[in-house]
């Protein structure tokens, strides 16, 4: 892929395209893929249909550079989400950048409708952690717990000012990658936690009324963009975002 700003250069591997600006520092990323008419899902209600090679490598690069991989329960249900996986060379990359284990899954739900005999739990290498709510079925906490690992933060619905914190503070997880969907971006921005927006926009209209990256804010919010690849005719952004509106 071609890197076109901050400044040019003809070929970039995806891995370098994602580096943080502080590969140290805690970040929270946000990643999507849009059609250039806004729909983040195909016509069957799904995003593969949107994905090419080149969002692909931008996908598992991003993953590659994440401690921890925050997943509404919506999207990991649509989309049938399984353990994380690296191939061995971004592994290789990954650890000689310090973080020897790979990423952690996060699942947030408020229901706990979640199948914890899924290889998603039984089958990963880092344990999965469910973030949920006080509110959430009892039956459904002690299932988790004895699945993976349970973080309940806030009462009625997830507070996730409050789960980022206990990811970095109880687990290490420092730099998080909420891979969405909508409802889930929704409220990380609502709560001011979002540091940067990574969008690959698709080149192709739908034009069938799918869902936005995000429906209802409370208020707007302001992006800059840093970064801009392109592969073809699809394009990469990466956004720093506003805490502000
Ligand atoms: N194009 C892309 O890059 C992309 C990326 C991701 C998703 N998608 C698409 O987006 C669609 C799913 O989006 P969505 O907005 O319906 O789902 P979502 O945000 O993935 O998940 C919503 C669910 O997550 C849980 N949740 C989210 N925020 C919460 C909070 N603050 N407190 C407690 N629980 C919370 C709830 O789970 P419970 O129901 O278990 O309580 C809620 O029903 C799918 O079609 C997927 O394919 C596209």
Same mark, same amino acid.
């Given at each position: 892929?071609?890197?076109?700003?901050?400044?040019?250069?003809?070929?970039?591997?995806?891995?370098?395209?994602?580096?943080?600006?502080?590969?140290?520092?805690?970040?929270?990323?946000?990643?999507?893929?849009?059609?250039?008419?806004?729909?983040?899902t195909d016509r069957q209600g799904r995003s593969g249909g949107l994905a090419s090679a080149g969002d692909q490598a931008m996908f598992v690069a991003l993953?590659?550079?994440?401690?921890?991989?925050?997943?509404?329960?919506? &999207? =990991?249900?649509?989309?049938?989400?399984?353990?994380?996986?690296?191939?061995?060379?971004?592994?290789?990359?990954?650890?000689?950048?310090?973080?020897?284990?790979?990423?952690?899954?996060?699942?947030?739900?408020?229901?706990?409708?979640?199948?914890?005999? =899924?290889?998603?739990?039984?089958?990963?290498? &880092?344990?999965?952690?469910?973030? &949920?709510?006080?509110?959430a079925p009892p039956e459904g906490q002690q299932a988790a717990r004895r699945a993976g690992r349970l973080i309940v933060a806030g009462d009625k619905d997830v507070d996730l000012a409050e789960g980022l914190r206990r990811l970095r503070e109880d687990y290490g997880l420092s730099h998080v990658l909420c891979e969405g969907g909508p409802r889930l971006t929704e409220a990380t921005l609502e709560a001011r936690q979002v540091d940067e927006l990574c969008l690959t926009l698709a080149?192709?209209?739908?034009?069938?009324?799918?869902?936005?990256?995000v429906e209802h804010l409370g208020q707007s919010v302001p992006l800059r963009l840093q970064h801009l690849f392109d592969e073809g005719s699809e394009l990469y952004l990466r956004y720093r975002v506003g805490r502000s509106g």
């Open positions: 892929m071609r890197q076109l700003l901050p400044e040019p250069l003809d070929e970039v591997h995806p891995y370098d395209a994602c580096r943080p600006d502080d590969p140290r520092g805690s970040l929270v990323r946000v990643n999507f893929i849009a059609s250039v008419d806004g729909s983040v993953r590659a550079w994440s401690d921890a991989i925050l997943v509404g329960a919506g &999207t =990991a249900r649509t989309e049938g989400y399984g353990p994380h996986r690296l191939r061995p060379s971004l592994a290789q990359r990954r650890r000689a950048d310090g973080r020897p284990n790979p990423a952690a899954m996060v699942l947030v739900t408020r229901s706990l409708k979640l199948d914890f005999g =899924a290889r998603i739990f039984t089958a990963a290498v &880092t344990p999965t952690i469910v973030l &949920t709510c006080a509110s080149p192709a209209l739908l034009g069938h009324g799918g869902p936005r990256l």
